[in-house]
């Protein structure tokens, strides 16, 4: 009876059997014609296009029930490459990956993202071509360059809009820039979209509904929904740190209202709060260096942050429905204390329903979140049935 | 340059030529050509294809600029038929519609939701029987029935979890009973989100991110981004009644916790007020009554409830980004006021980017959204380019 509710035909083309492979595991014939439902000679057509294509290959013998044992296949993901950039603040992270996000080479390096951006997207694409490079690969094999940018980026053309540390940057064409010195196609986001991104496809890539949340200076989110991340009208989606939070002090924001998220639970509120109570703290750093060294009012005040930012999740939770909440971030290294009142909070104010299966946890791809998820903006274009498809046709044609 | 974001290939199967024609519009084979880039024999097989299945019709012919005019084609949409039903707490309405969710037929009678589940849905198939057949169809014909009820229902399976008004239809199988009666596939969804893609469809089917909100007795939304109903891990999403409201005061609500949105600014909240200051309320319609008749009181009541409901969907317009903000429910009929509350607060409390190009307005399908809704459940799944590809393949293969 459970199929009445869905519609029975589903999606059929060589592209979308490609997509059970994305999982790394090998399978046979037998094992996809049970998978799919459909006929041995359909199903061997195809491993044979995806095959010629380079995206399968042949990944040894399975365990033979008697006669000649079974040929496994396997996603080949080292066919073409990506280079992943993530440009924070203060920092650069570049990987080059094969098109499974695996890093085949990596470097970090400070930056100021407030430079020139020619100056900074002319570095980027000399250190990736180097780093192609030193992966033993060429920018002929690149399947593409993803990038995530500290600041507001317009999803549909690529360019950051308005963004607050980087004036410069302001409708700046970053794909076309990087088009013309690297030669692949380019897609940009914001870093905490590319964040959320890393970290569903590294730590939960089954899990179809997500809320990432980046917990340092500033405070946002990226949106997973039924499986992509959601940008909404303008690519604002997630932008968590100037809501209004309940029950909270009416603190003056630097946007112009008060009581915003970002004011009282930010790092820099945080800094000031303990510079308040006679601690030496200039930067968010300092700030879990005190936590993690036992300081009992550092402790508190991030707890009692975890909470406020609690407060607001909670109307993420009942909006949103999230199976898992990622709490990622600078401050989300300083121990337990952020992650147990942002669970005190959600657990109290949400509805059972939305509750009873929610996950609350720290991001467990850390630092790599950025780069891993700069290159899945990639290779989910690279690899998308449809793009798959258009390989295959093209191959044919030739 | 803007391509470079994004990868070029995309889908061109018959299924997605025919996405074009949903918008009603006839097209010549000249223009899809210009329309999708694909070559003039392609589109012709595709519309032939279109043409047997019966989705596709000539559709007269186009002015000549010269020599014999080119034929056009449209949308068929009278194909097969659909039945729409929309159950609320005291009422049904049914309709039979065309693919399009053209109305053929339709039908409202009161009906007590909490009476015992295989009574209503056994009335709900003989009513929209006799509905079909009103129409001057039959059963043969129906794609499908979509069916919205007043309570939480796991996607999954079409089945209400733990309904608050309507306790007796827990865990029921609504897809399955129905289909024994109609010899139909069948989908069920909560009636807010079925509000929420009946407003989508009729009135702004090219806005891809909006937020439907059900102000009556109680209070609610529907998520619909890149243009689809959003539904969350649980089928959860939207449910707002019960976050806090920041800066309310702390109502107790039934729910157990205090300062609910519910508790504040739903119907029974405003009628409990206006009670205290001495009105004579039995329903929130008597609200509205009261408004529309120029009471003072209940005007600045309702207004205060939009101040409250804007204070949450600031925080929504942060965490989701829409284009638009529909409110529908009984409530929405009291005149302007309670839009005008909305929308003082949303803008002032959200951030510019979000709110740049945010609409706020009133329901304009009023209450045939539910009916349009429910019907527009089945023509996507019906209609989706996949679902077609294979209905083509059925009719070649016989």
Redesign the interface.
């Known amino acids: ?2 199929g ?9 083309g060589a592209g979308d059997l490609f997509q059970l492979f994305r999982d790394g595991a090998p399978r046979t014939r037998a094992s996809l014609v049970s998978e799919t439902g459909q006929s041995r000679s359909t199903v061997a057509a195809r491993i044979d296009a995806l095959t010629a294509i380079g995206l399968l290959a042949p990944a040894g013998e399975a365990t033979s029930t008697g006669g000649r044992p079974p040929s496994t296949f396997a996603f080949a993901p080292t066919n073409r490459v990506v280079l992943g950039v993530d440009l924070g603040a203060t920092h650069a992270r570049l990987a080059v990956t094969d098109l499974a996000a695996g890093t085949l080479a990596s470097t970090q390096a400070p930056l100021a993202i407030s430079e020139d951006p020619e100056r900074v997207l002319s570095w980027v694409a000399e250190t990736g071509s180097s780093l192609v490079a030193e992966a033993g690969r060429s920018l002929d094999e690149l399947a ?1 360059v993803g990038i995530g940018l500290p600041g ?1 980026v317009d ?4 360019r950051p ?2 963004p607050p540390i980087m004036p410069g940057w302001d409708g700046v ?1 970053v ?2 820039f990087l ?1 013309r010195l690297l030669g692949a ?4 986001d914001n870093d905490v979209n590319v964040m959320a991104l890393g970290e569903h496809r590294t730590a939960c890539p089954d899990e ?2 997500l809320l990432f949340v980046k917990v340092a200076t500033g405070i946002g ?1 990226g ?1 997973v ?2 499986g ?1 991340l ?11 740190g ?7 002090p009416e603190v003056p924001c630097r ?1 112009g ?1 008060s ?1 915003c998220l970002e004011a009282i639970a930010g790092g820099g509120a945080i800094a000031h709060r303990l510079r308040q109570g006679g601690a030496r703290i200039d930067t968010t750093q300092d700030i879990v260096d005190l936590v993690r060294g036992g300081d009992i009012a550092a402790g508190q005040a991030v707890r009692q942050a975890g909470r406020d930012i609690g ?2 999740l ?3 939770v ?6 898992r909440i990622i709490v990622g971030g600078m401050l989300s290294g300083a121990g337990e204390h952020l992650i147990a009142g942002i669970r005190e909070v959600v657990y ?4 059972p ?2 509750t ?3 996950r609350i946890v720290t991001s467990s791809a850390g630092a790599q979140a950025g780069v891993i998820g700069a290159a899945t903006l990639v290779t989910d ?2 690899l ?1 049935p ?2 798959i ?3 295959i046709t093209d191959k044919e044609d030739t």
């Open positions: 009876m459970e009445l509710q869905k519609f029975p035909p589903r999606p059929t593409g507001p999803h549909a053309n690529g809009v308005n064409d794909p076309g088009h196609p380019v897609v940009v179809q509904n989110s949106v929904m039924d992509e959601r940008r909404g009208a303008q690519g604002a989606a997630g932008d968590i100037h809501v209004a939070v309940p029950g909270a946007c209202n009581g407060m607001v909670a109307t993420s009942s909006m949103l429905n999230p199976a109290q104010r949400s509805l329903l939305a009873q299966h929610l274009r690279f998308a449809h793009a498809d258009a390989l």
